[in-house]
């Protein structure tokens, strides 16, 4: 099939694991829903053929009595959830008129028993041969690969994100790292944001942006640290990100603080007095008592300017550690958010890439 992984020993087409990812079809992750929880290729829905004690269960009969012994009892868990299974298998090929990709974790028995089941049903359908493991394989040869990434930098609160996004919408190409990992960055990050994803399933959404933006230059990231939460950025990626050129967003200490305080005002106090509690080492005892007394009394702001204390010093010392140096400072005080990104969508198309 023109969408499977042909493998010869540990040998994969990474141009063909390409094609699989882009085709349109329902994308159908048949393994157990710990390991779809761990981490999957994005877009892909869970339908599991066992459960959570159902695979321990083939998994250890397969250790003790073989491989025979373990298909006989998969059967026979199977087998009485049949007609469920063509059920589900049938609604999501009703959401396309194209064929299902089917995938397990290394493109065995489990995609091929649903797989079966498909052409029982006759509903077109190909497998990803190598599975979900082959998939691992190919995301984290991205971060190998050499990317042209531009970073924009700036102090907390400078709005690095919303002028990302606003860049996007202009054309440029832009990943954003604290969208995939569903989190800020500081102790504050996760805050009024859903459960962060695992570090592995960061990693699967970033291998299959960059892949997407991969005939783009440059490619704008927001100047990170090396986690953002507990998503850990690759090392091959974090060590290109170090070596990136920068530019660097400026904007006044009242303004950084009132957009703060719009993000994070609205949060409660007992979260704020947990976050605040856990960097309370960092900000140093006077710094937490007053950032703690200004959230009893609701006073966002003064607790805003504690916490950039810290985190202003902390951006500037990762700064110093750069190379090459910040490409230019871009002072955006009497800048709004559009205007601010026109001009580096400009910058960029005319100067720094050579585009116009």
């Known amino acids: 099939m023109g969408s499977e992984i042909s493998q010869v020993g540990d040998t994969m087409s990474v141009e063909t694991i390409a094609s699989f990812l882009v085709g349109v079809g329902p994308l ?3 393994r157990a829903p710990a390991e779809y929880r761990q981490g999957h290729i994005p877009g892909a829905i869970n339908l599991p053929l066992f459960s959570d004690a ?7 009969a397969y250790k003790q009595q073989g491989r025979q012994q373990a298909v006989q009892l998969g059967l026979e868990l199977v087998g009485p959830r049949l007609g469920t299974l063509a059920g589900q298998l049938g609604l999501i090929a009703e959401t396309s008129d194209q064929p299902l990709r089917l995938y397990c974790w290394r493109g065995g028995m489990r995609s091929a028993s649903v797989g079966w089941l498909a052409g029982g049903l006759e509903l077109p359908h190909h497998r990803l041969e190598g599975g979900y493991k082959a ?3 190919w995301v984290l040869e991205r971060f190998e690969q050499p990317w042209p990434l531009l970073l924009l930098g700036g102090r907390t609160g400078c709005g690095k994100t919303d002028i990302l996004l606003q860049l996007e919408a202009l054309g440029s190409a832009v990943i954003d790292l604290e969208g995939l990992a569903q989190h800020r960055g500081s102790s504050f990050g996760g805050l009024g944001l859903p459960e962060q994803p695992s570090s592995e399933h960061f990693e699967n959404r970033l ?7 991969a005939d783009r230059q440059p490619i704008w990231l927001e100047a990170e640290s090396a986690q ?18 920068v530019v660097e967003l400026q904007r006044p200490l009242e303004e950084r603080v009132e957009r703060l305080v719009v993000v994070y005002g609205d949060q409660g106090q007992e979260a704020l007095r947990e976050a ?9 005892p006077q710094r937490t008592a007053t950032a703690l007394e200004a959230i009893e009394r609701s006073d966002w702001a003064e607790a805003c300017r504690q916490m950039l204390d810290y985190y202003d010093r902390c951006y500037d010392h990762e700064l110093a550690k750069r190379q090459p140096d910040v490409l230019f400072s871009l002072p955006s005080d009497q800048l709004g958010d559009g205007p601010l990104a026109t001009h580096l969508f400009n910058w960029e198309s005319g100067e720094c890439w050579g585009n116009s």
């Open 28 to 30: 159908v992750d048949v």
């Open 228 to 245: 953002v939460g507990r998503c850990r950025i690759p090392a091959g990626l974090w060590s290109q990100m170090q070596r990136a050129p």
């Open 54 to 60: 159902e695979r321990a269960q083939v998994g250890i």
């Open 207 to 213: 291998a299959v942006e960059l892949h997407q933006l």
């Open 135 to 137: 998939f691992r394989h």
């Open 276 to 284: 605040t509690s856990r960097i309370a080492r960092r900000l140093g």
